[in-house]
């Protein structure tokens, strides 16, 4: 198997990889807080922990990934409060848009979506065996977890603990950076609060703290010890130093192995911000501007994922060409190819190899992807070159296209082929049609508008559904 290295936060270092089972990657990714449409930054991150994913699985891993839906916190309760419906109400239009978006990227489903409020008894259980080893105490009927009492507090963040404050506690589930508190495990009802969004359990009535909700769903799908936790770097301090204090001081087990995070996105160089007017979300992009998803998806992924990504119109229009330029070439090389059989020349052979591992030890080098990308982009100007000076034999065609799909199996931001193009919108309206069937207009009208942003446009005619590619 390829060696693999990745940079862990937690010893800021580069590390080998090795799993804790052989073969196989269990991954928790820190979902959306579903209280509004996500960003094209939180996009980012979800993009990249795909990749990472589809990384392992092309270097023959299999893969576990669990991504939460953090469906109860202080921002889910004050927007279905604002709102006058419940939390589950409020919610679930925002569990819908985020799964829209990520069908719209190309984003391959994790094996989980777990919702916080479908876990609240594991949460309670999680409570319970903190107050055995006494991390915990009780003030003001929520319960704490004591920070003092878990002396590797801070390894994550190296967060500096002799400005720490005994006693000091913050109720948010976020704080400033640097400001290192005790933080609510279970937080007791407030007056206002909506029943939707209380328990009635062993701990009281109440509800938990986000952190927590976190370790719960991430060892009860994949063990007490993962592979790979990942987030973006606003994650680190103090949402993943708190799992880990919870995690570890409730099992006594290393939580972790490797913890990965992805710098921020940012727009003209500047945080996104509603006031500065240049905050976007995918439709916004997608419908408000009719770009290609394709291109935001092949942006988001060509810079390596520890460096800020700076998103500009100028850099979309850059990668929307890199995207033509690798589609038009697979076409032509399809075209090329014919049906003809024909095995590629040895020499030709001998540089699919070597172009295939300069993509694969980029990958490798902590997900380079630049460096990999730089492979396969010297790849397809060779290719280019020889096919339009008639050098490339229908073998030769066949191969390079292999190769260029096999690439692709990675970025994912080509078209699918023809023939599994009408497939896959076939299986789109049989869905679509289902969706009306139940009257589900809702989901039959998502079917079409994620369809219409791929360039499909449907047409109910008597004799049933058509589809076209828009001009
Ligand atoms: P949240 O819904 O705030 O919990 O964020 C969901 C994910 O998006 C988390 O992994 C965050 O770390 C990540 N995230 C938040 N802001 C940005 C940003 N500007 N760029 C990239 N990722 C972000
Ligand atoms: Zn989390």
Known sequence: MQQITLYNTESRSLEVFSPVHPGEVRLYTCGPTVYNRVHIGNLRTFTWEDLLCRVFRYFGYRTTQVMNLT??????????????????????????????????????????????????????????????????????????????????YGKLSKVDLSTMQRGARVADDEYEKEDVRDFAVWKAAKPGEPESATWDTELGYGRPGWHLECTAMAMKYLGETLDIHTGAVDNIFPHHENEIAQSEGATGKPFVKYWLHAEHLVVDGEKMSKSKGNFYTLPDLVVGRGLSPRAIRFLFLSVPYRQKLNFTFESLAGAASSVDRLASLVQRLTERAGDANAAPEAAFEGRIA?????????????????????????????????????????????????????????????????????????????????????????????????????????????????WKKKS
């Open 71 to 152: 469906d109860i916190d202080d921002k889910t309760i004050k927007g279905c409060v604002a709102e006058g419906i419940t939390l589950g109400e409020f919610t679930a239009k925002h569990i819908a848009t985020f799964f829209e978006d990520l069908a719209t990227l190309g984003v391959t489903p994790a094996d989980v979506y777990p919702k916080a409020t479908d876990h609240v008894p594991e949460m309670v259980a999680i409570v319970k065996k903190l107050e055995e080893h006494g991390h915990t105490y009780v003030s003001d009927g929520s319960i704490w977890f004591r920070i003092a009492s878990f002396p590797a």
């Open 354 to 466: 070597a172009a295939r591992s300069a993509f694969a030890a980029g990958l490798a080098d902590d997900l380079n992807t630049a460096a990999a990308l730089g492979a396969l982009f010297g790849f397809v100007r060779e290719v280019n070159v020889d096919l339009e000076g008639g050098k490339l034999s229908p073998g030769d065609a066949r191969a390079a296209r292999d190769f260029l799909r096999e690439a692709d199996s990675v970025f994912g931001v080509l078209p699918p082929e023809p023939a599994s193009l009408d497939a896959e919108v076939e299986a789109r309206i049989a869905e679509r049609q289902a969706a009306r069937k139940r009257r589900d207009f809702a989901a039959s009208d998502r079917i079409r508008d994620e369809l219409l942003a791929q360039g499909i446009v449907l047409e109910d005619t008597p004799q049933g559904v058509r």
